[in-house]
């Protein structure tokens, strides 16, 4: 709220991803702002197809080392079990967590992440352990051959041990955003408008309004700022977060290799990074978890006029529609398919593309108002974890508007996403959460390695 206690007459939301509609549609129920003005502002019109959220797939699943979000998750499960995976939004085929090492060496931060999310999946959550056949929800798999026998239609080496979880799944991503935008089009209380915001006006202590491209110039009571990896656009962020670029890779594959890999559980390894997620009309992906690309941008200063910042914003192909992966990341997806389905090393990608995810040093979200303009309250840092909360995230963020801790989970919730009290000393941040491939890797420079003839080698 504006100020504690009192309920904003308008709100304008600037972002229609999972944070921002998420949060329009949980607004919109809410009797407090019954008599509140809700606008959303969409950058491109919905669905905008360079926002992370809209995606053929994206992994729902409860599996997390940090209890918190193991607990959110049991809210959001059942609502992908119900309306939002209804119409093959949702398909519960399990999740096999694994590591390719034996944990000895090398890979300590993986091994460390497969126990505690095991063990919260059991004590938490209370899954069965045992035989999928004997009605076991949960099998750990200690060896090479129970992980093969897991996934033998793939019929390649997918790790050393680990567990599957056959209660967790895969959503349709763009299906699913697309059924929440259905859901915030029947209240009817949201007004929606395709505009890009240039800038803020910043006051001494408040937003006292936003600047569209072209000169138009809004104001509400309370500005929700849920621009993504863009974010750093808006508000100076250095320190705190930043947009990184994640690789992801398609192939086509054929109606029999659909009925092969389709019901297979989604694979993912956390030694490296990399999974791959069952295929859905004959197009399987192939991506990477990781540290992800810097893409350095030197920008106008968002709160100080006059002055220039370096920070990483997103590059996609609806900036460059030549745009591709890098080599190392080509490379890395293609060695996985080929460890994991050997039978399509060889099939070239259909096409591949960069996922900006807005990563935390810890890889919490940052949801919280502005510690210096009271009326700016900010939605962001979903650090490639979001989505899978897609139908209740809404709700939480509201009660942090609200300033309201309805339990113990909002509570631990609400530390969690506080504004933090330093920043990092660096402008870029690289998570210190474990992710795959190299800690430090230029966008232009991995691009570069891949030019042929004066010119960037395309697919």
């Known amino acids: 709220m504006a100020a504690t206690g009192t309920i904003p007459s308008s709100i304008l939301i600037v972002g229609s991803g999972v944070f921002g509609l998420s949060t329009a549609y949980a607004l919109a129920q809410r009797d407090a702002f019954q008599n509140s003005t809700i606008t959303l502002l969409e950058r491109l019109d919905f669905p905008a197809p360079d926002a992370a959220s809209i995606d053929s797939s994206r992994i729902i699943r409860p599996d997390y080392a940090d209890p918190a979000y193991a607990a959110l998750m049991s809210e959001a499960h059942p609502h992908w079990r119900g309306d939002f995976g209804a119409e093959e939004r949702y398909t519960e085929a399990g999740l096999c967590l694994v590591q390719d090492s034996t944990g000895d060496s090398g890979d300590d931060a993986a091994h460390y992440y497969l126990v505690k999310a095991l063990e919260n ?3 938490r959550l209370g899954l069965r352990v045992g035989r999928r056949e004997a009605g076991g929800q949960v099998e750990p798999m ?5 992980v093969a026998r897991v996934t033998t239609s793939m019929g390649g080496d997918c790790g050393r041990r680990g567990y599957v979880n056959w209660t967790s799944g895969w959503a349709d991503a763009e299906a699913g955003m697309r059924y929440m935008r259905q859901l915030v089009d029947g209240i009817g209380r949201v ?18 309004g936003v600047e569209l491209v072209g000169g138009e110039r809004l104001s509400a009571d309370l500005v929700v700022l849920a621009t993504g990896a863009w974010m750093p656009k808006l508000v100076d962020l250095r320190g705190i977060a930043s947009a990184t670029g994640q690789v992801l890779a398609y192939i086509d594959i ?6 092969r890999f389709g019901s297979n559980p989604t694979l993912l390894c956390e030694t490296n990074g990399m999974f791959i997620i069952p295929p859905r009309d004959r197009v399987l992906k192939v991506a990477r978890h990781g540290y992800g690309y810097a893409n350095p941008t030197t920008i106008p200063h968002p709160e100080c006029p006059g002055e220039t910042i370096t920070v990483s914003l997103p590059r996609t192909k609806y900036d460059d529609p030549n745009l591709n992966i890098a080599p190392e990341g080509d490379k890395a997806c293609r060695e996985y398919l080929a460890k994991c389905i050997p039978s399509l090393a060889a099939r070239p990608w259909t096409h591949t593309r960069i996922c900006w995810y807005s990563d935390t040093p810890t890889g919490d979200w940052l949801i919280s108002y502005h510690p210096t303009y009271r009326n700016l309250f900010v939605a962001t840092g979903g650090s490639g974890h979001a989505y899978k909360f897609l139908p209740v995230i809404g709700e939480r963020i509201v009660d942090v508007v609200m300033r309201e801790e309805r339990d113990e989970l909002g509570a631990e919730l609400v530390k969690k996403w506080k504004w933090p009290a330093q920043r990092k000393e660096e402008d870029h941040v690289w998570t210190d959460d474990w992710r795959g491939g190299v800690k430090g890797m230029i966008l232009d420079e991995e691009l570069a390695k891949g030019e042929i003839g004066g010119s960037r080698s395309r697919l």
């Open 142 to 146: 200690e060896t090479p051959e129970y």
């Open 121 to 123: 999946v059991k004590s």
């Open 254 to 259: 054929t109606q029999e290799e659909q009925d």
């Open 191 to 208: 007004k929606f408008r395709t505009a890009e915001v240039a800038r803020l006006h910043y006051g001494t202590d408040r937003v006292e």
